[in-house]
């Protein structure tokens, strides 16, 4: 066929390093932008092969999210703003990894497995999009690597530019449901979300100017582009002071809510001032972390367990109000402090479910219930309505026989239903929900952090030579190689008050994550140590032995 002479032609000019292996990871291919120009060009052909199966739309997203400068990534997107399904994870991994000479021999593999129709007839209603974040400076090369690899295979592509990670889910997915979702452009985007808020925060006659202000850290990545593009759109019904734009600091450099949320501090080049409301976004924009410091100088995290929390609060006191028998649900993972799991089922009766890292997987999880409220600790997440639900609640809101509260309640609900995007975690999405829930209830930042008290806790890495020793099981809890690790862990955590800890490989970096939470902060690090020292030792850790923090 003349697309895999194109193909030959075309990958000659997007070489492999030889013997490179990459992993499609827990976020998609994630490495230094340099070894990334073959994959990239492959991925285009992938887009193109999954375009094909599925006829519909592929977003493919260059980014690397919250990794520094240097390094950039990749992760395709299905036809409903989800992300790709694991047998084509596998795909992505086996092209990626195919020696130059092999590559066509995979390629055919995977059309022959998945019986994909290559006649070029069936190409006329569909193609796909694409975007790049250009924040990094490798973003322009590697974006035209995809698009290589796209037309090389004859597919149809469209580039939206820089935008961030879930607005490409979200126009990928109005793309392939023919606009019902909304208007598949950035502008489309503006106009619903901040529609919504405006609509949202009516309910708030007298919210104050001072509770209107919200200090946001950009982390010098695309949102806080966007988050200026988009101002004009929230006719000053909430008014943002900008830090870390871009102008001047590194991407994600001791900034971006990956930063705040692990160092546990608040990040540089921000203005903040005792008492007020301040949020970070990571650098592709579907993460946000809240924090504010108080009288004291004390700095105080909001993390996505407590935005799961004030959201599935708000969610369920509105189907009281509105009358409506909707099953809500959170999804967390093994990250989630243990006081808020707590809270969510002793204290709102709320079903809480735990699943593996990775948002696909709680996601997945969140689609089960009528309403699924879905965060990982680091603040990736959002909320999804069943299809049944969505109608239960437009009925009620349009019915006229409603009585009032009642009316009020769905009419909230409605909107709420349409700040969410619901396709991903949004940081933008999940700013105006969170800001006009904290304008409806007069809650203040302080209010909302008093909900329940974080078990201090620590994250740690270890370098290991080869982290696939360890294998877990129960949602990532527990660690069932190498032998003794579990037993260790298990012995380590008896010796403090409130303890949990487990451990397991990173999906995006070349490390052993170690997560430690205990009734003080001393104990949490002096756990998190020790269980670091029992992965050095038992699951090969290279270098020098994990220092104690203390
Ligand atoms: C502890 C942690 O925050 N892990 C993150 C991180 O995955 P790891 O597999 O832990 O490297 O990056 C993922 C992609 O952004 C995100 O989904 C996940 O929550
Ligand atoms: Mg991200």
Redesign the pocket.
Known sequence: MAEFQEVSKQSGLHPKPAGLVLQY???GF?TNAKDLDHVMFRMGLLATLRSKKTKATIGVMVTA??NPEEDNGVKLVDPMGEMVTPTWEGYATQLANAEQEDLLTALKDVIEKEDINMNKQTDSHFYQTFSIINSRHSSASLSQAVLDGVSALGGKSKDYGLVTTPQLHYMVCCQNTQGKYGEATVEGYYKKLCQAFIQLTKNASNCTDDQKHLTVDGANGIGALKVREMESHLKKELHISLFNDGSKGKLNHQCGA?FV??QQKAPTGIEMNPGERCCSY?GDA??IIYYYSDSKGQFHLLDGDKIATLISTFLKELLTQAGLDLQIAVVQ?A?ANGSSTRYLEDTMKVIVRCTK???KHLHHAAQEFDIGVYF???G?GTVLFSKAAQEKIQQLAENTGTDDERKRAALLLQNTVNVINQTVGDAISDMLLIEAILAIKSMTVQQWDAIYSDLPNR?LKVKVSDRRVIDTTDAERRAVSPDGLQEAIDGLVKKYRQARSFV??????D?V?V?AEAETQESADDLAHEVSLAVYRLAGGVGGEPKPLH
């Open positions: 990871g827990t976020a994630r999210s919250h990956d949320k692990v990571d579907d993460r993972t990250y890292t990775g948002v990982e600790a680091n990736h994250q397991r490989p990173s999906g995006t970096e490390v994550r997560y």
